[in-house]
């Protein structure tokens, strides 16, 4: 997640905690085979110590014997390859040399020799035909036990990528931001401009249509690690790397729209490299907009980085969540401290408050998270949930009575807020999710991974599409936050990540859900 404080650079190179932002390496595995001479006692892992590589020895040894493993497997077919091929020539011989027996003896028997070298081509390609059938049938038979789910992986998201183009598209870019984008929000009343939060220290407003920046706030010296919009009114929460939470007002003059963007154009096919060098943007930034530098409140209450913050129910009240372990809970318009939340044992991640009761829930690296009840002004309860086996990267509430939850394990857990002993549905991935979100209307998921990917599924967990990603469209690095905006026809999906922008998506829901 974000850090605290530091210069842009210095946010960017540390900037995620507990998860270091990502480059990728390539492992360059040289091929040993059993055959090949080495000196006594030393092992595969020692023979590459002059290679680049940060993985561990017993990791890379481990990789190395199984690829031996997969290379044994295809050395023993190709010996029956060979075994079975100077069969097929031994067989070709003696039947060859029988034709040239009968060749030099009776010449009146010139029919018997045709026939015996009809037979013999017949009798050839038969066991021809024979071997490639064996072949064939052995390789996949044991190709089918070791790389089955590689296989399924590839179909999928073959079949994902091909239903995508169908059903999303994207509609905006957001780009002028000087580092990456760790959360992104949508306002609740007009006029409807999306915010979002960057570790260059400020936060932007856009036009949703125009992918126009509107304004910037630029009151924090840290991180901007999250944004929220008041329920009602125009004012934003950000909280950030400089231990303080900002409530600052806003006024902002949308411009006229513009034609809508040709979508009509197939993208490439999805790629996992990246034609830009990480640091390349398109445009020219925000410009010269107007910028807020004073808050209109300060919360200053946490020891450590504020890593993020919403508004409770009504918009009176706000909750902060830190890396100090403790949550926060203030009057706006006092700034005054009300209570401090404290019992997760380690650093918070996230927090979300219910949008229509006075419900919150914090998570955090400890593995869990919890759900804290202020209904009642007298009891304030805490129930503690373990459901995953690392980081729970976020935890967000649906407008009926379930907590969906993600974490850095690979999954994400749906939860009946009646009844939270067990999941009521479980999604696995192939890659950690960050900030989820759940649209009101239709309760469809969206998670962003580390991976670049976007996924949407429903309530039950069942797989609905993947935002289209190609070297011309989609993120190019780690996806760190989602937000669904139902009211407005243009976007009603945005997604953030470390590449810099901020994008729009138009996702067909009524043809997503007929799909399902």
Not at 438 to 450: C, E, K, M, T
Request: glycine content about 8%; hydrophobic content about 30%.
């Amino acid at each position: 997640m974000p850090i605290e404080g530091g210069s842009s650079g210095s946010s960017a190179s540390a900037a995620r905690h507990p998860k270091q932002k990502r480059k990728a390496h390539s492992l360059s595995i040289r091929r040993t085979n059993s055959t090949e001479e080495r000196p006594p006692g030393i092992h595969r892992g020692d023979m590459l110590d002059g290679q680049d590589s940060k993985l561990p020895l017993s990791l890379r040894n481990n990789l190395l014997d199984l690829f031996g493993q997969i290379e044994r497997e295809f050395e023993n077919l190709y010996i029956e390859n060979l075994e079975l091929r100077r069969e097929i020539d031994s067989l070709n011989e003696r039947l060859t040399g029988d034709g040239q027996n009968l060749e030099g003896g009776d010449p009146s028997k010139g029919a018997l020799k045709t026939k015996a070298s009809h037979s013999t081509s017949q009798l050839s390609q038969k066991l021809k035909t024979t071997y490639k059938a064996s072949t064939s049938k052995r390789l996949a038979n044991r190709g089918e036990r070791r790389w089955r789910v590689h296989a399924d992986t590839i179909v999928s998201s073959f079949k994902a990528t091909t239903g995508s183009r169908a059903l999303c598209h994207l509609q905006k870019e957001y780009i002028g931001h000087r580092d990456g984008i760790w959360d992104l929000s949508v306002t609740k009343s007009q006029p409807v401009v999306l915010g979002t939060a960057s570790a260059d220290h400020s936060a932007l407003l856009w036009s949703i249509e125009t992918g126009k920046c509107l304004l910037k706030y630029g009151g924090h010296v840290g991180s901007v690690n999250s944004i929220k919009f008041h329920p009602t009114e125009q004012m934003a929460l950000t909280a950030s790397g400089d231990q303080t939470a900002h409530i600052w007002r806003y006024m902002v003059q949308l411009p006229a729209p513009q034609p809508p963007p040709d979508v009509s154009a197939p993208c490439e096919d999805d790629q996992d490299s990246s034609d830009r060098e990480e640091g390349e943007v398109d445009g020219e930034g925000p410009g010269e907009v107007p910028t807020v530098r004073v808050a209109t409140a300060t919360l200053k209450s946490h020891q450590g980085v504020v890593i993020a913050a919403d508004w409770l129910v009504g918009g009176r009240q706000v909750v902060t969540a830190s890396w100090d372990r403790a949550a926060n809970l203030y009057e706006v318009e006092t700034s005054e401290l009300v209570h401090t939340l404290t019992g997760h044992d380690q650093e918070l991640t996230h927090c979300c408050t219910h949008p229509t009761q006075r419900l919150v829930v914090t998570s955090s690296r400890d593995t869990t998270f919890r759900l804290w009840d202020f209904r009642d002004p007298s009891i304030h309860s805490v129930n503690v949930f373990q459901g995953h086996t690392d980081t729970v990267t976020s935890a967000v509430f649906t407008v009926g009575d379930n907590v969906v939850s993600g974490s850095d394990d690979r999954t994400v857990k749906v939860w009946d807020l009646k009844n939270m002993r067990s999941p009521i549905a479980t999604i696995r991935t192939d890659s950690a999710v960050n900030r989820i979100s759940v649209s009101a209307n239709q309760r469809i998921i969206a998670l962003p991974h580390d991976n670049r990917q976007v996924r949407l599924f429903d309530m039950s967990g069942v797989r609905l599409a993947r935002l289209p990603r190609s070297n011309r469209m989609g993120h190019r690095r780690m996806v760190c936050c989602t937000a669904w905006n139902e009211e407005n026809q243009t976007c009603n999906l945005f997604t953030c990540g470390f590449d810099r922008q901020a994008i729009g998506w138009n996702i067909n829901i009524p043809a997503l859900l007929q799909e399902k």
